[in-house]
């Protein structure tokens, strides 16, 4: 494929048959290898089945994003450490509704959660990592971040995403009945890490949360039905019944002499 091979020699890496990818669909790195200009981005549009385009440390020009924009066939988009600030990935997530659009600033702690809970329970650490650097281990417990209480795995998602690789965050732990506080140097996201494809668990990650527009809820109103008259019931009279007024019966009186 002529724009494949384009691509490729810009310095793009493309990769096919994915975990949680579809027979065909590609996934599209572009990194510090990346050599072409602002336009050279155009070639993407050539590519149909190009499912996964994932941009790691390499800065993004407005120019660029916006031929991001203009990708109907894409459903993720991973912006690590491109320097794209969060209205713009909210603005581009606006663009491509179809596309799940994950922004970082490129911070890598190495550790994977589950969401959905109502609480940060570490589920992996992965070898070399700034998390197994720093002692964390699985089945801990993340309470805090930089002081900042933590209520679930999203919410410490966002917290890591929000920093550069070489920032040095605090953390409290809860393991078992023990609290423990670990200082961690966070390392940078490389382009080989594995991140899960379609928002299941990451690495840290999460996608952008866009705002959300309160709605108010429209309570149905009871109508007031009219009140339909009802017929006049006519009262009937009842006469007086005549009670037979009875004689007492006769005494016989002793007669008078």
């Known amino acids: 494929d002529k724009a494949l091979a384009t691509l490729r020699r810009l310095g793009a890496t493309v990769a096919s048959d994915l975990p949680m990818m579809d027979s065909g669909e590609l996934q599209i790195t572009l990194d510090k290898n990346w050599k072409g200009k602002p336009s050279d981005l155009g070639v993407l549009k050539e590519v149909r ?5 994932r941009v790691i440390n390499r800065p993004l020009s407005e120019a660029e994003l916006s031929t991001i924009a203009e990708l109907p066939q894409v459903t993720e988009v991973d912006l ?22 994950d922004r970082r600033n490129g911070a ?12 940060c329970l570490i589920s992996e650490v992965r070898e070399g990592s700034a998390a197994a650097a720093a002692g964390i281990h699985e089945g801990d417990e993340i309470i805090t971040f930089d002081g900042q209480p933590v209520h679930n795995f999203e919410e410490f998602t966002i917290l890591v995403s929000n920093k550069t690789g070489g920032d040095q965050i605090d953390l409290q732990v809860r393991r078992e009945n023990e609290v423990l506080k670990k200082k961690v ?24 949360p866009l705002p959300q527009i309160q709605v108010p809820q429209i309570m149905p109103q009871t109508v007031p039905q009219p009140a339909v008259p009802q017929p006049a019931v006519p009262q009937q009279s009842v006469p007086p019944q005549s009670v037979p007024q009875q004689n007492p019966p006769a005494q016989n009186l002793p007669a008078v002499k």
Do not use: Y
Request: hydrophobic letters at 45%.
């Open 49 to 53: 089945n190009l499912t996964w385009l």
């Open 80 to 101: 690590f450490g491109a320097g794209v600030t969060v209205e713009a990935a909210q603005k581009l997530a606006a663009a491509i509704p179809q596309a799940a659009v």
């Open 108 to 119: 890598f702690l190495g550790v994977g959660g589950s969401p959905g809970l109502n609480t």
């Open 185 to 208: 140097t966070l390392g940078e996201w490389q382009s080989d890490l594995p991140v899960t494809f379609h928002g299941n668990s990451r690495m840290p990650g999460m996608q952008i």
